[in-house]
């Protein structure tokens, strides 16, 4: 059995997580922590695990709980994961963090959008954590930077458009609509029912979003040259899930078959991405509660543009999801392994 520890288990993503984990046949749960929950069974503060485990939830040093696991997956705020993956590594241990501090390889460009790093030396060794396109290094890391649910969904739906040369690099633009937990679990103003409920905002407008040198910097690898996006954030009255609507000048003479045809061909093995057919597009209520990306393709007929639609549970293929998807890949399990559940739709 892998023995696995969630360091900051108590938020949102660390539920998710734990939801996977638990009944994932190669797993054992070893450790959990929380510093404002220390002491305090998890099934008291997520009554959804009343009666399948006894788990308590720890306040407990990286040192303690290297002791207990060989899997450690970080879901720490962006910033403290920095703080403490050295120790886990030192100590032999596989490290996935959730958070954003080692997604950027540059540590100048992370100190811009996030403030200085505490472990640069760091950003080289980790592994971006998308499967379906850096499988083999994430095979052999000991480090993964696992990505945000925003370049999840914008990636997926972008790369075989970028990798077959069939996009207008400096057209993109990007429209993305995410649910409530995307923001986590600690309250706050903007988050409260009465702030949400029958309202549909945008936020962080004007290029401010801090995933985006993350998007650019993966985009600009599949492509092979500098990428500059416009994105736009939208908050949904829902719990979950992300749309993201992309835009971009499509080569000349494209046919939509032919565009379906690319994307089919791109993600034929890919048992995580599914592709609509012809004229159908995905609605996040179908990939809700699962580990699934459904992409559609399109061409407007009057301005010859594609239009991408990507679909995403942010809370699992954004984060815990496609974390457990790269540990199953680290340990040499079945990749499908405990993330074959289906949407909850209705």
């Not at 390889?105 to 959008?113: G, L, N, P, T």
Request: aromatic share 8%.
């Amino acid at each position: 059995m892998i023995k696995v520890g969630v360091y900051g288990a108590s938020g949102y993503t660390g539920l998710e997580l734990l939801k996977h984990l638990l009944f994932h046949p190669a797993v054992a749960v070893t450790a959990i922590t929380s510093r404002r929950y220390a002491g305090v069974p998890l099934m008291d503060v997520y009554p959804v695990f009343q009666g399948l485990t006894d788990l308590t939830f720890m306040n407990a040093s990286p040192a303690e709980v290297a002791r207990l696991a060989d899997v450690v997956f970080l879901a720490l705020p962006h910033g403290v994961s920095m703080t403490v993956a050295p120790a886990f590594l030192a100590a032999g241990k596989k490290v996935i963090d959730l958070s954003a501090d080692f997604r950027l390889r540059d540590a100048a460009e992370y100190e811009r959008w996030y403030g200085k790093h505490a472990a640069p030396v760091l950003l080289a060794q980790a592994a971006y954590g998308i499967p379906e396109l850096y499988r083999e290094t994430i095979r052999k890391a000991s480090l993964v930077a696992n990505p945000g649910c925003y370049p999840t969904s914008v990636i997926l739906g972008l790369a075989p458009l970028l990798k077959a040369g069939w996009i207008d690099t400096a057209s993109i633009i990007v429209d993305a609509k995410s649910g409530v937990s995307g923001a986590g679990r600690e309250p706050q103003v903007a988050s409260l029912f009465c702030e949400v409920n029958e309202g549909f905002k945008a936020y962080n407008v004007g290029g401010q979003h801090r995933h985006i040198p993350e998007m650019e910097q993966e985009l600009a690898t599949l492509a092979g040259c500098e990428i500059r996006i416009s994105f736009t954030p939208h908050l949904l009255p829902v719990n979950r899930g992300i749309l993201s609507t992309i835009y971009g000048s499509l080569r000349p003479d494209t046919t939509p078959d032919e565009l379906t045809d690319l994307y089919r061909r791109h993600y034929q093995d890919e048992p995580f991405v599914r592709i609509c057919k012809p004229g159908a597009f995905p609605n996040i209520s179908s990939v809700c509660g699962s580990n699934f990306c459904d992409i559609g393709v399109t061409i407007d007929k009057r301005t010859k543009r594609v239009i991408i639609l990507s679909a995403i549970d942010n809370l699992i293929k954004g984060a815990a999801g496609q974390a457990i998807q790269n540990m199953n890949l680290i340990c040499g399990c079945s990749e499908e392994t405990g993330l074959t559940g289906i949407s909850r739709f209705p």
